[in-house]
Nanobody
């Protein structure tokens, strides 16, 4: 059984940084692409970033240059480093691997 557990969310001021983690069990993360998605209140879930099995990375235009997706194969954990956070980044952030999803971690950007 595959489990993905996100952590690292919280309340941060505009311009601040957070690093989200996605700890995986039951699957070797590096064998597949892994993605981060987010869902703001009243909005549909949207794609944020992807890291492929060979390490290529892709970003939504709204986060490119501010967010960095990465993976630690030894820890079987994925990360999303978020810098220059804006209020519009407020959302629940989810990690995804194949058809499996974590439960999400809340990120709130506010004064």
């Amino acid at each position: 059984q595959v489990q993905l557990v996100e952590s690292g969310g919280g309340l941060v001021q505009p311009g601040g940084s957070l690093r989200l983690s996605c700890a995986a069990s039951g699957r070797t993360l590096s064998s597949y692409a892994m993605g981060w998605y987010r869902q703001a209140p009243g909005k549909q879930r949207e794609w944020v970033a992807t890291i492929t099995n060979n390490g290529s990375t892709y970003y939504a235009g709204s986060v490119k240059g501010r967010f960095t997706i990465s993976r630690d194969n030894a820890k079987n954990t994925g990360y999303l480093q978020m810098n220059g956070l804006k209020p519009e980044d407020t959302a629940v952030y989810y990690c995804n691997s194949v058809t499996d999803w974590g439960r999400g971690t809340q990120v709130t950007v506010s004064l």
